[in-house]
């Protein structure tokens, strides 16, 4: 029996591994995805190893070198209180992706659940989540984010959970959707044939039958998070200073922007980047994982 | 000789809300399944075979589903039971196997995982020990290496081999009752074969009764000691297998046995097209008056256009048909 088996493992382990590759070879065939990615992982590597590529405070003024252009020494100028920009924006990119983490974290934590419920049990409780959503979903994000910070606060934590919060209907309806699928499906009929409890059937049966989507928007909402907590930034209504963010940044090099442009103008890259990146990291999930394209 | 029957439906209407009105699906049928046999239900598609199968197992969804009647299971009246009391007999006590072995596998479970699933949700014992359950249902419907496949996704297995752990699944708990729906409608036909001898044997080993539904009538042949004919909603004829296929007596079970191709058979007269039963089902939502089969029955006489046929017994069979009155 342990001969036959041998090869058997084998084959198994191959076939999942060929799963893999095949994603893989799809995903690197993909140049716009494959690009987008490059751009996150530069991202991540910038805000993990940020003290070691920018040792030195980012916030730290210098007023006797403010609004200075770039040159050998401040490869991207100075800021009005003689800050490097290049030292700000390494820095600043752990906030914004903590921001990305947080509001994604927070719009799964509330949506995921939410939108499951809503979609597997129907009737008035699906009733009662959607007309919420229209309602959050009747604002434009935006203005939903700025309308949360006008009541819980400024700062980091509010940031996230406003910008999080109204990233949540949008969860909300695309998990509803996704599951409302899923549970006509004959192997959850099959589950429910065998007695299996609801707890279990939306856990084990439709939450993993969902995640493909969910792990596609995951990656769109961050850039998504970025622009939304970078929009507050600028409005001063966001993270404030002295913790360098890019948004901030964007909206006090505002007031240079005729005679010292480089004092926005690289926090506005950083951040055109970072969501570029996102987005075509989401797009190119997409067409990894949307079964409609699957051989 | 009386048996003793283990699952009886009485009177059983299931009614479905629906934008249009009320639709009656299944319309007062009543059915006694014997310890041990095999029930044959046949039908075209649509006439509720399996909606009568998913009524005693409570799987529907109520509203907007409405069931009446009574479904008793060893005395016990599935109807009246709470959900956590129906769930306990679900997969159990009877257990069911759908047509489509392609989607009633989950793909991103394995086999083992979901028939483990079942063991343990039913019989109270831990991962491991399901596990190696699973991996002897997987051996006893006769999957090659089981303790392999056991570890492989549905989407590594042929149709057969699917149909086979699906079987195992409905089968890991030895319910007493397993519900068929057309279990290898999907499959080609040496598969098929094989599936009827596979559940024939389980059926001896396990001794459990089985309602086969089907509109496939070579399978009733092959497998069923009774059979039911359903139509739109009502049970038309109930015959032992032998009497069914030797003088059927319902029009609608008439017509259904001329429609199948023989080989070496010879057509009706100039014909040389295959026998067929002419009009379409009508739409649920428009019965027709009196037999509901009237405007399709080659054998139609005034009075069945008026009134609802009666049940009437001969020779030890049941026809709903004014013929035979």
Redesign the interface.
Same mark, same amino acid.
């Given at each position: 029996m342990t001969e *036959?088996?041998q090869p058997? $493992?084998w084959r *198994?382990q191959r076939?999942a591994d060929s799963q893999l590759k095949r994603n893989w070879a799809k995903l690197r065939r993909n140049k716009a995805a494959l690009f987008g990615g490059i751009l996150i992982l530069i991202y991540f590597i910038t805000a993990l190893l940020a003290p070691v590529i920018f040792p030195g405070s980012p916030s730290a003024p210098n007023l006797m070198r403010s609004l200075e252009r770039p040159s050998f020494a401040n490869p991207l100028g100075t800021d009005e209180l003689g800050r490097t920009i290049l030292g700000r924006i390494i820095y600043g990119s752990r906030v914004s992706l903590l921001i990305a983490i947080g509001v994604v974290f927070v719009g799964l934590l509330v949506g995921l659940p939410l939108g499951l419920i809503s979609g597997y049990y129907?009737g008035k409780v699906d009733f009662g989540i959607q007309r919420v959503t229209d309602t959050m979903l009747a604002f434009p994000g935006f203005l939903l984010a700025l309308a949360l910070v006008a009541v819980l606060g400024v700062g980091l934590k509010n940031t996230i959970i406003s910008v999080g919060i109204s990233m949540v209907p949008i969860y909300i309806r695309l998990v509803r959707g996704c599951t409302l699928s899923v549970r006509e499906?004959?192997?959850?009929?099959? $589950?429910?044939?065998?007695? *299996?409890?609801d707890r279990?059937i939306l856990l084990?049966?439709i939450l993993?039958?969902v995640m493909a989507p969910v792990t596609i928007q995951t990656s769109l909402g961050m850039g998504t998070a970025i622009l939304f907590a970078a929009g507050l930034g600028f409005l001063g209504l966001g993270v404030q200073p002295p913790t360098p963010e890019w948004g901030a940044m964007l909206g006090s090099g505002r007031a240079y922007l005729f005679n010292s442009p480089h004092v926005a103008t690289f926090p506005g890259i950083a951040i055109f980047l970072a969501v570029l990146g996102f987005n075509l990291a989401g797009d190119g999930l997409r067409d990894v994982l949307d079964p409609r394209f699957r051989l | 000789m009386k048996q003793e029957s283990l699952l009886s439906v009485i009177n059983l209407r299931t009614r479905f809300h629906i934008y249009e009105g009320m639709v009656t699906a299944v319309d007062g049928i009543n059915l006694d399944v014997y310890r041990g046999e095999t029930l044959g239900v046949v039908g075209e598609s649509g006439c509720g075979k399996s909606v009568t199968a998913l009524s005693i197992?409570r799987?529907l969804?109520t509203p907007p589903a409405e069931i009446q009647g009574m479904i008793l299971f060893e005395d016990v009246n599935l109807l009246e039971l709470n959900l956590d009391e129906i769930?306990?007999?679900?997969?159990?006590a009877i &257990?069911?196997i759908?047509?489509?072995p392609m989607? &009633?596998?989950?793909?991103?479970?394995t086999i083992g995982e979901q028939i483990s699933?079942?063991i343990r949700?039913?019989q109270g014992v831990d991962r491991q020990e399901a596990w190696s359950k699973a991996v002897e249902m997987l051996q006893m419907v006769q999957i090659p290496?089981p303790?392999?496949?056991a570890?492989?996704y549905p989407h590594?297995l042929s149709g057969g081999m699917r149909q086979r752990a699906?079987i195992a699944?409905?089968l890991s708990c030895h319910p007493r009752l397993l519900l068929a729906d057309e279990p290898t409608t999907a499959l080609d036909v040496t598969i098929q074969a094989q599936i009827v001898d596979l559940m024939e044997r389980l059926k001896e080993e396990f001794d459990t009764s089985i309602v086969l539904i089907t509109h496939n009538l070579g399978l009733i042949a092959e497998m069923a000691k009774r059979v039911l004919v359903m139509y739109m909603g009502k049970v038309v004829e109930e015959a032992p297998v032998e009497d069914l296929f030797q003088e059927p007596l319902h029009p609608y079970t008439q017509g259904l046995l001329e429609s199948i191709p023989w080989i070496g058979k010879k057509l009706k007269t100039g014909r040389r097209q295959l026998q067929e039963i002419p009009g379409i089902v009508p739409s649920l939502l428009e019965m027709p008056e009196g037999c509901r089969f009237h405007p399709r029955c080659s054998r139609v006489m005034s009075i069945c256009s008026k009134e609802e046929p009666p049940l009437v017994q001969k020779d030890g069979r049941w026809v709903l048909c004014w013929l035979w009155k």
């Open positions: *036959t088996t058997q $493992a *198994t076939s129907g499906q004959t192997y959850v009929e099959a $589950a429910r044939a065998v007695g *299996t409890r279990i084990r049966h993993p039958n | 197992l799987l969804a769930r306990r007999i679900r997969g159990n &257990s069911m759908f047509q489509e989607t &009633s596998l989950n793909p991103v479970l699933e079942a949700l039913h290496s303790e392999m496949r570890h492989e590594q699906m699944m409905a």
